[in-house]
């Protein structure tokens, strides 16, 4: 089976930036950042020390980059973790008094994991977890993919200076703050229109990853065995999303669609639970949420 694989990892936060705090406000970039971003720094820095460099694409919204660049962001996210870490370990202490033994394991699983990330990013990446993208992506363990200034959706913008103004922006944001120039384009929700078309080459994109049910319909259809399919502009290749693709095939020409296997890591903090929660069966999710939260 001949192909590629390519793991690209997704992060978005809408604007929060000194938007409040509890209940709501700051909190979603807040777990954005402890519960999928700096988990995946380490692992990525983890791998590089070991002499290992997995090559992945990073599709960070220039919004997410933009606010991880932030010193208040920095400042509050410290702060809003320092707080989260005295609510397990109240938890944990009351539960213990309850007899509530396993609800008590998981407030210090959490308190203990909650730790190892404030140490990070305090210690091993001095808060500026966009310094540390950029330190990746400059030793080519990691490729930056431009997005929308302000990851709007593309085919919902009627005027051609809005696209460009979005593409443009987009891209000068990531090379500032990243310092690479992107190739490829990520597009908001993988929307295609093909207003875009004369505005790729001007942008510099050798690539961009769509969604199948966004493009033309004479380019719509992908069968089992990810037959290419052509769109204009030339020389510009857009990668459709498909969640079961048995493999991609190999092209020199850059006109075509692929239908390539796509690995998508999503910043929400349900899934990065999932992957840290110890693996006990009586382990109730009422009381792992409550001991998180």
């Given at each position: 089976?001949?192909?590629?694989?390519?793991?690209?990892?997704?992060?978005?936060?809408?604007?929060?930036?000194?938007?409040?705090?509890?209940?709501?406000?700051?909190d979603?970039?807040?777990?954005?950042?402890?519960?999928?971003?700096?988990?995946?720094?380490?692992?990525?820095?983890?791998?590089?020390?070991l002499?290992?460099?997995?090559?992945?694409?990073?599709?960070?919204?220039?919004?997410?980059?933009?606010?991880l660049?932030?010193?208040?962001?920095?400042?509050?996210f410290?702060v809003?973790?320092?707080?989260?870490?005295?609510?397990?370990?109240?938890a944990?202490?009351?539960?213990d008094?309850e007899?509530?033994?396993?609800?008590a394991?998981?407030?210090?699983?959490?308190?203990?994991?909650?730790?190892?990330?404030?140490?990070?990013?305090?210690?091993?990446?001095?808060?500026?977890?966009?310094?540390?993208?950029?330190?990746?992506?400059?030793?080519g363990?990691?490729?930056?993919?431009?997005?929308?200034?302000?990851?709007?959706?593309?085919?919902?913008?009627?005027?051609?200076?809005?696209?460009?103004?979005?593409?443009?922006?987009?891209?000068?944001?990531?090379?500032r703050?990243?310092?690479?120039?992107p190739?490829?384009?990520?597009?908001p929700?993988?929307?295609?229109?093909?207003?875009?078309?004369?505005?790729?080459?001007?942008?510099?994109?050798?690539?961009?990853?769509?969604?199948?049910?966004?493009?033309?319909?004479?380019?719509?259809?992908?069968?089992?065995?990810?037959?290419?399919?052509?769109?204009?502009?030339?020389?510009?290749a857009?990668?459709?999303?498909?969640?079961?693709?048995?493999?991609a095939?190999?092209?020199?020409?850059?006109?075509?669609?692929?239908?390539?296997?796509?690995?998508?890591?999503?910043?929400?903090?349900?899934?990065?639970?999932?992957?840290?929660?110890?693996?006990r069966?009586?382990?109730?999710?009422?009381?792992?949420?409550?001991?998180?939260?």
């Open positions: 089976m001949n192909g590629y694989l390519a793991l690209i990892l997704t992060g978005h936060a809408p604007y929060l930036r000194a938007a409040g705090r509890e209940p709501e406000g700051e979603l970039l807040h777990m954005t950042i402890a519960d999928a971003l700096v988990p995946t720094l380490n692992a990525l820095f983890d791998l590089r020390e002499g290992l460099r997995p090559v992945v694409a990073l599709a960070y919204s220039p919004v997410l980059l933009e606010q660049a932030d010193s208040v962001v920095q400042k509050h410290v809003w973790m320092e707080r989260h870490l005295a609510r397990l370990e109240q944990a202490t009351r539960w008094a007899g509530q033994a396993h609800n394991y998981l407030a210090r699983f959490y308190l203990e994991w909650g730790r190892g990330i404030l140490e990070s990013f305090i210690g091993r990446y001095s808060r500026n977890l966009t310094a540390a993208l950029r330190e990746l992506c400059a030793n363990t990691a490729e930056p993919l431009a997005g929308a200034a302000t990851h709007a959706y593309l085919p919902l913008l009627g005027r051609a200076e809005s696209l460009r103004a979005q593409l443009d922006v987009g891209a000068l944001a990531v090379i703050l990243l310092g690479v120039r190739r490829g384009l990520w597009l929700e993988c929307g295609y229109t093909p207003a875009l078309e004369a505005l790729l080459r001007p942008s510099g994109a050798r690539y961009l990853i769509v969604d199948p049910s966004s493009l033309p319909a004479n380019t719509r259809t992908f069968p089992s065995s990810a037959t290419p399919r052509t769109i204009p502009p030339p020389r510009s857009a990668f459709a999303t498909t969640p079961f693709a048995p493999s095939p190999t092209t020199k020409d850059a006109s075509t669609v692929a239908s390539p296997t796509r690995a998508r890591t999503r910043s929400s903090s349900t899934s990065r639970r999932s992957t840290t929660t110890p693996s069966k009586s382990a109730p999710a009422a009381a792992a949420r409550s001991a998180r939260y």
